[in-house]
């Protein structure tokens, strides 16, 4: 217990000297400022676009908009940088060799893994909930009320597709060489479950959606039961994850 | 008590047997340099000792604790320090120390004392800069007072002076030397002068077993040659003394080296009174009166060969 | 063009942002005499012009781990 605390400990302090917590702190923060504005300001940049007689008319922007700006942009770059940031947390440290001196101190192997998992779960929260408030702060203001149904619902479905990709990062570093080896099979996971969202019967499984559905979920095309397998498969799949890599990543060579 | 002990310990990477039937046994509180080329099978050795590498076969105990491959409690009675050490370079040493205590299990006290101390016998205290702006030898050193932090009974070096410029090699020679106090040292190398300075056991190994092992003292004598150099004054004919010398009944060979003569004998103690008899008796003009004394160079190289 | 004026609070905080993140990068750019690979001007051009993905990628795969 005190040696998982140490290296927590260590972890943070990690994020936070090589710039790790900066970055994602003004990415998120940057989101939650721009996606109610660009939504708002949407209509203005279409007009100083348009062409002379070519009138484009699009209905005034609501809050829904503003939503729907921020999910497209957290669940694609923002997530994105989230594995940019987090891509070598492990891998890094196995080329470099920083761990050798760690675990022959006698610091247990699954013990790197679930503190690196909770330190970056703790760092993707914290910023996934400024990025939200500043949202949702902006939002209300612009567009009065920014009460929508299912809003919290939906942050909690993007904030659980972060923890699956944090699984996978570490599950995919656990038994590569290299420092993006990790990150590089992340991708192609998440490249071929885009591919398995084609299939109509797969798309009921499929953890996508918890980062494709938000903005459904807002305006009713989505229903919270849609999201009541991707969320178990998902849980599922994290816990899998989490605990195989626990298991390869004790028996590699360091 | 043995703090270390291997017994037929084989390791294969592919087709290549890296260590082939390799035992020897470290006594307590002694430094045991353990020499051999590069490639020879060192670096492998001390990783199996540490558990970061399986063993194809064979029994390595860390004070009468069979290791494990993998996660090993034995560890808890090493400190290693391997040959270039990586560090977390965003931390200060201290910071490192700290990191380092928790994981091991000290309390915050001994943590605060142990560094303290520590980075004195390793002339680190009072550096307050991240460690990644330290120079090879200042991480190496480093690297000494984080293995010696949980009071090991066995201290690895992983050649601890290769990378180094001389006055960081005589630094950390004059550290572990210290070290010997607390602890028993493993220590590999290719220097060989390194090995004379501070070991009192060395085993050299090559073509993955032990060439050779025994206090470093006893390998010297029983490997001294009967050898004696002399120098003469720069007029004097040496072919002349070299004729004469070698017909005495107790001189195997003379050879003439530039300006001095080697000279061979069956036995040193008996032959150096004779061989002394003679030169006075002759007045020859003497500059230099040597006893050949065995090199672990010279040892190496006959055994390597 | 009137209501992006309008909008001026709300905008320079943004500009604010991305500036902190590009001179922070910069900074440690021009502090550290190597990267892990291109060079130091290419790093330069990619802090300064590719708007928040420039740094980001510099603090993620560019920096170097020595000073």
Same mark, same amino acid.
């Given at each position: 217990?005190?040696?998982?605390?140490?290296?927590?400990?260590k972890?943070?302090?990690?994020? %936070?000297?090589?710039?790790?917590?900066l970055?994602?702190?003004i990415?998120?923060?940057?989101?939650?400022?721009?996606?109610?504005?660009?939504?708002?300001?949407?209509?203005?940049?279409?007009?100083?676009?348009?062409?002379?007689?070519?009138?484009?008319?699009?209905?005034e922007?609501?809050?829904?908009?503003?939503?729907?700006?921020?999910?497209?942009?957290?669940?694609?770059?923002?997530?994105?940088?989230?594995?940019?940031?987090?891509?070598?947390?492990?891998?890094?440290?196995?080329?470099? *060799?920083?761990?050798?001196?760690?675990?022959?101190?006698?610091?247990?192997?699954?013990?790197?893994i679930?503190?690196?998992?909770?330190?970056?779960s703790?760092?993707?929260t914290?910023?996934? %909930?400024?990025?939200?408030?500043?949202?949702?702060g902006?939002?209300?203001?612009?567009f009065?009320?920014?009460?929508?149904?299912?809003?919290?619902?939906?942050?909690?479905?993007?904030? %659980?597709?972060?923890?699956?990709?944090?699984?996978?990062?570490?599950?995919?570093?656990?038994?590569?060489? *290299?420092?993006?080896?990790?990150?590089?099979?992340?991708?192609?996971?998440?490249?071929?479950?885009?591919?398995?969202d084609?299939?109509?019967?797969?798309?009921?499984?499929?953890?996508?959606?918890?980062?494709?559905?938000?903005t459904?979920?807002?305006?009713?095309?989505?229903?919270?039961?849609? %999201?009541?397998?991707?969320?178990?498969?998902?849980?599922?799949?994290?816990?899998?994850?989490? *605990?195989?890599?626990?298991?390869?990543?004790?028996?590699?060579k360091? | 008590?043995?703090?270390?002990?291997?017994?037929?310990?084989?390791?294969?990477?592919?087709?290549?047997?890296?260590i082939?039937?390799?035992?020897?046994?470290?006594?307590?509180?002694?430094?045991?340099?353990?020499?051999?080329?590069?490639?020879?099978?060192?670096?492998?050795?001390?990783?199996?000792?540490?558990?970061?590498?399986?063993?194809?076969?064979?029994?390595?105990?860390?004070? #009468?604790?069979?290791?494990?491959?993998?996660?090993?409690?034995?560890?808890r009675?090493?400190?290693?320090? /391997?040959?270039?050490?990586?560090?977390?370079?965003?931390?200060?040493?201290?910071?490192?120390?700290?990191l380092?205590?928790?994981?091991?299990?000290?309390?915050n006290?001994?943590?605060?004392?142990?560094?303290?101390?520590?980075?004195?016998?390793?002339?680190?205290?009072?550096?307050?800069?991240?460690i990644?702006?330290?120079?090879?030898?200042?991480?190496?050193?480093l690297?000494?007072a984080?293995?010696?932090?949980?009071?090991p009974?066995?201290?690895?070096? #992983?050649?601890?002076?290769?990378?180094?410029? /001389?006055?960081g090699?005589?630094?950390?020679?004059?550290?572990?030397?210290?070290?010997?106090?607390?602890?028993?040292?493993?220590?590999?190398?290719?220097?060989?002068?390194?090995?004379?300075?501070?070991?009192d056991?060395?085993?050299?190994?090559?073509?993955?077993?032990?060439?050779?092992?025994?206090?470093?003292?006893?390998?010297?004598?029983?490997?001294?040659?009967?050898?004696?150099?002399?120098?003469?004054?720069?007029?004097?004919?040496?072919?002349?003394?070299?004729?004469?010398?070698?017909?005495?009944p107790?001189?195997?060979?003379?050879?003439?080296?530039?300006?001095?003569?080697l000279?061979?004998?069956? #036995?040193?103690? #008996?032959?150096?009174?004779?061989?002394?008899?003679?030169?006075?008796?002759?007045?020859?003009?003497?500059?230099?009166?040597e006893?050949?004394?065995?090199?672990l160079?010279?040892?190496?190289?006959?055994?390597?060969? | 063009?009137?209501?992006?004026?309008?909008?001026?609070?709300?905008?320079?905080?943004?500009?604010?942002?991305?500036?902190?993140?590009?001179?922070?990068?910069?900074?440690?750019?021009l502090?550290?005499?190597?990267?892990?690979?291109?060079?130091?001007?290419?790093?330069?051009?990619?802090?300064?012009f590719l708007?928040?993905?420039?740094?980001?990628?510099?603090?993620?795969?560019g920096?170097?781990?020595?000073?």
């Open positions: 217990m005190r040696s998982y605390i140490a290296f927590c400990k972890e943070v302090l990690e994020n %936070l000297r090589t710039h790790k917590v970055i994602l702190m990415v998120f923060l940057l989101f939650g400022m721009m996606s109610p504005l660009t939504a708002k300001l949407m209509p203005e940049i279409f007009k100083s676009l348009a062409l002379d007689g070519i009138v484009i008319t699009i209905p922007p609501t809050a829904l908009d503003a939503y729907a700006q921020f999910f497209k942009n957290t669940s694609q770059m923002g997530l994105l940088v989230v594995l940019l940031v987090f891509g070598g947390m492990l891998s890094n440290e196995i080329t470099k *060799g920083t761990l050798i001196n760690m675990v022959t101190k006698g610091l247990s192997r699954p013990v790197v679930l503190s690196k998992f909770t330190v970056a703790i760092l993707w914290l910023t996934l %909930l400024a990025s939200f408030a500043t949202t949702f902006y939002t209300a203001y612009l009065g009320s920014g009460g929508q149904p299912n809003l919290l619902f939906s942050i909690f479905c993007l904030w %659980l597709f972060g923890l699956f990709l944090l699984a996978c990062l570490l599950f995919f570093s656990s038994f590569t060489s *290299g420092n993006f080896a990790g990150l590089a099979l992340t991708a192609v996971s998440l490249l071929i479950l885009l591919l398995l084609i299939f109509p019967r797969l798309h009921a499984l499929n953890p996508i959606a918890l980062a494709s559905l938000n459904a979920l807002l305006s009713g095309a989505a229903q919270v039961s849609d %999201l009541s397998i991707p969320i178990g498969v998902t849980l599922g799949l994290t816990i899998l994850l989490l *605990g195989s890599s626990m298991m390869v990543f004790r028996r590699r360091l | 008590m043995n703090v270390l002990s291997l017994r037929n310990v084989s390791k294969r990477f592919g087709s290549l047997n890296v082939d039937g390799l035992s020897f046994d470290v006594e307590e509180g002694i430094v045991f340099g353990f020499v051999g080329k590069n490639g020879a099978g060192k670096t492998t050795t001390m990783k199996m000792i540490l558990g970061l590498l399986a063993c194809d076969s064979g029994t390595i105990r860390v004070c #009468d604790e069979e290791v494990a491959f993998g996660e090993t409690a034995t560890n009675h090493i400190g290693y320090l /391997p040959d270039v050490p990586e560090f977390y370079g965003y931390m200060k040493a201290k910071e490192y120390l700290t380092c205590g928790e994981i091991t299990g000290l309390s006290a001994q943590i605060r004392s142990r560094s303290d101390e520590l980075l004195n016998l390793v002339g680190l205290s009072g550096v307050e800069r991240k990644s702006t330290y120079s090879r030898g200042m991480k190496q050193r690297g000494i984080q293995a010696l932090l949980n009071s009974k066995l201290l690895i070096c #992983d050649e601890p002076t290769s990378a180094l410029d /001389p006055i090699r005589s630094e950390i020679l004059s550290i572990l030397s210290a070290a010997k106090k607390y602890t028993t040292v493993l220590f590999s190398t290719h220097i060989l002068s390194d090995v004379e300075r501070i070991c056991r060395v085993g050299i190994l090559n073509d993955g077993r032990l060439m050779l092992e025994g206090d470093l003292a006893d390998i010297k004598s029983r490997h001294r040659e009967n050898t004696v150099t002399l120098e003469f004054e720069s007029t004097f004919d040496l072919q002349e003394v070299q004729r004469t010398f070698s017909e005495l107790f001189v195997s060979s003379v050879e003439l080296q530039n300006r001095s003569l000279v061979r004998m069956s #036995d040193t103690i #008996d032959g150096n009174h004779r061989l002394l008899e003679h030169l006075t008796r002759l007045k020859l003009p003497l500059l230099k009166y006893v050949g004394e065995p090199t160079e010279s040892l190496f190289m006959e055994i390597i060969k | 063009m009137e209501k992006i004026i309008e909008y001026l609070p709300f905008l320079i905080p943004i500009i604010l942002l991305e500036l902190v993140l590009a001179v922070t990068a910069l900074i440690h750019l502090k550290h005499p190597d990267v892990k690979f291109g060079n130091k001007t290419i790093w330069i051009f990619v802090v300064l708007q928040i993905i420039g740094p980001i990628l510099y603090f993620t795969i920096r170097s781990d020595q000073s």
